[in-house]
Structure formats: structure tokens, C-alpha cells
């Protein structure tokens, strides 16, 4: 759970550090940025659903790693990785 969260504020964060880029110049920054944000609230809510479904909550962690991944390029790799440990570590917990 505490993986999970601090992957999400990090990813939070780092979306957010991306659509600041868009006043550089950086064409796709705000798109990638919300893609970032809207994965680490996804995140962000798996990590709050672990005491209920833990399976239900791995598999959140997991696919907001993706969608981080996919949406910050290599800006968000620190949240990626805490997010993909919590959901491996949600998902094999017995």
C-alpha cells in the first residue's frame, strides 16, 4: 500500500512537471502529462483497495505502470517502478 501511494505522488507529480513543459515547447507534453496523472490516480486508488481485493488491487498497480510508462516517456520511471513492485508484490502476497 505505501508503494502504491508513493509511486502515485510521484507520478502525480512528474504529470504534472510534463504539462508545464508544454510553455517550452515540447508538442505532446499536456496529452502525456494527463495520461501520467490520470495512471497515478488509478494508482492512487488501488493502493486506498488493497484491504478489500488485494487481486483487484494488483491488477490497478499494474496497469497504471503501463499507462505511466506509456504517458511520461522517461520522466516517470520512479513512480513505474514503485507502482510495478506494489502491484507484484499485491498481486503474489499470500
Known amino acids: 500500500m505505501v508503494m502504491g501511494l508513493i509511486g502515485s505522488v510521484i507520478g502525480i507529480f512528474s504529470g504534472?512537471?510534463?504539462?508545464?513543459?508544454?510553455?517550452?515547447?515540447?508538442?505532446?507534453?499536456p496529452f502525456l502529462g494527463i495520461i501520467a496523472i490520470i495512471a497515478s490516480v488509478l494508482g492512487l486508488a488501488s493502493?486506498?483497495?488493497?484491504?478489500k481485493n488485494v487481486e483487484l488491487a494488483g491488477v490497478g498497480f499494474?496497469?497504471?505502470?503501463?499507462?505511466?510508462?506509456?504517458?511520461?516517456?522517461?520522466?516517470?520511471?520512479v513512480s513505474a517502478i514503485f507502482?510495478?513492485?506494489a502491484g507484484a508484490s499485491a498481486l503474489f502476497r499470500k
Not at 504534472?16 to 507534453?29: C, N, P, T
Not at 493502493?47 to 484491504?51: G, I, L, N, R
Not at 499494474?62 to 520511471?77: K, L, Q, W
Open 16 to 29: 504534472s512537471f510534463l504539462i508545464f513543459l508544454e510553455h517550452v515547447g515540447q508538442a505532446h507534453a
Open 47 to 51: 493502493s486506498f483497495y488493497v484491504k
Open 62 to 77: 499494474i496497469i497504471a505502470t503501463m499507462f505511466v510508462i506509456i504517458g511520461s516517456d522517461y520522466i516517470n520511471a
Open 83 to 85: 507502482l510495478m513492485i
